[in-house]
């Protein structure tokens, strides 16, 4: 008995070390690679598939970096701010850390305040992705193969992620998931932040933002929704209209941290999102993608992060808008549904147009 179990025990061991030589191997060295046509150039990494610098012109031609990050992968290792990267399997809260599917309750790993955040202690943001193809004039695709239990999620999941250039000022996200064995929840999301003044010029509370979304999907003390939705008619969430990110900040408990129902018809297909113009530097931001929800966080929890070039990041130092299903959808019943089964894709598109005037 105890040498059957001492030899099955080894035999684990080893099978374990085996399978981890294999994720650490050759293949999954870290690496940037860029993406270029004209003058919209993009830096990203394999490590969390993450967008590292995104280069484009003011309205006088200088180009600008405008996306916060950090100067070497050894600071996205110990970032807890997401900085630029792909969120998943599930992005966003869930609450209590666990949810129910086919009358089993599934324990995930709570990560923030009792809930799960962002997929968990080490989401696919902190994994390290293959590099399936790159073509620097167009696209960059990345792959990872999620295994069963990772993060407490069921079966495998098979992720790719593209990003692709669509012209000299605009570039796409597409992200497609296939579970291989069982149903699993998928919510995966972009986090880049936005600062269309240059990623260390300040806050970005002079931004004018529109975001096409009549309701907001109110939360309690810990960011976990109500279930409920909520008109933005006339709250500090009303964005309907063009106007400052700072115009009435102040009458929230200092920031912006809100997932928008997206107004429009359908999600098989792309809607607008969001517009957001900085006049200093004439820029402006478009997103449309095909997703159901949009999560607005104007960075009021940053506070003096040391970013790239030299750059500190205060309190609104940049915007992440992250299109997403609604946050905790998997303990919402009334939310759209989150769950992929085998045979079925997870497809979330996003487009972003980046000029200046
Ligand atoms: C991409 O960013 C990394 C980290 O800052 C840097 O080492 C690398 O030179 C950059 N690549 C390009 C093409 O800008
Ligand atoms: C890691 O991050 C923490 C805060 O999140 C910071 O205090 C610390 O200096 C960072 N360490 C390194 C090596 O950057
Ligand atoms: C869940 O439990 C209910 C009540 O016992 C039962 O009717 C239903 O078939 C179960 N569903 C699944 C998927 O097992
Ligand atoms: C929905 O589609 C109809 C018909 O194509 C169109 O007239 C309407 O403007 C659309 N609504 C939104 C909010 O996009
Ligand atoms: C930005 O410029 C537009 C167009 O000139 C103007 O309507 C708007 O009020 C300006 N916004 C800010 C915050 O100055
Ligand atoms: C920012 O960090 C400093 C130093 O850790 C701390 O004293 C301060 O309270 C923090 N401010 C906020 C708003 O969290």
Redesign the pocket.
């Known amino acids: 008995m105890m040498l059957k179990l001492k030899v099955y025990l080894s035999f684990s061991f080893l099978l374990g070390v085996l399978l981890v030589a294999q994720a650490h191997g050759s293949a999954k060295e870290i690496g940037f690679y860029q993406l270029k046509r004209g003058n919209l150039k993009l830096n990203l990494t394999n490590y969390g598939a993450i967008v590292v610098s995104v280069i484009v012109p003011d309205k006088h031609g200088n180009l600008d970096d405008i996306t916060l990050g950090y100067d070497d992968i050894e600071q996205y290792k110990n970032d807890s701010w997401y900085f630029g990267a792909l969120i998943g399997r599930v992005a966003n809260r869930i609450g209590h850390s666990r949810f129910t599917l086919d009358n089993h309750t599934y324990k995930l790993p709570a990560n923030d305040h009792g809930n799960t955040l962002h997929g968990g202690f080490i989401g696919l943001s902190d994994v390290i992705w293959t590099v399936k193809s790159h073509k620097e004039d167009s696209y960059i695709t990345f792959t990872y193969d999620s295994h069963d239990n990772e993060q407490g999620f069921l079966g495998r999941l098979e992720v790719t992620v593209t990003y692709m250039l669509l012209g000299t000022d605009k570039y796409g996200v597409k992200m497609i998931a296939k579970p291989v064995d069982k149903a699993t929840p998928v919510n995966l999301a972009q986090h880049t932040y936005w600062n269309l003044g240059g990623q260390n010029s300040g806050d970005i509370l002079?931004h004018?933002v529109q975001i096409f979304g009549s309701k907001i999907t109110p939360v309690d003390k810990n960011l976990i929704p109500t279930g409920k939705f909520e008109s933005v008619k006339g709250t500090p969430y009303d964005f309907l209209e063009p106007r400052?990110v700072g115009s009435r900040v102040n009458e929230l408990p200092g920031l912006y941290d809100i997932n928008y129902v997206l107004d429009g018809n359908s999600s098989r297909h792309l809607r607008k999102v969001v517009t957001v113009?900085e006049?200093v530097s004439g820029r402006k931001l478009e997103l449309w993608s095909n997703q159901v929800g949009v999560q607005f966080y104007s960075g009021g929890m940053l506070n003096a992060t040391k970013g790239k070039d030299g750059a500190v990041y205060h309190k609104h130092g940049g915007m992440a808008l992250e299109t997403q299903g609604f946050p905790d959808s998997l303990n919402h019943p009334n939310f759209p549904s989150q769950i992929v089964h085998p045979g079925q894709t997870y497809k979330h598109y996003m487009v972003y147009r980046l000029t200046a005037c």
């Open positions: 002079s004018e400052t113009r006049n």
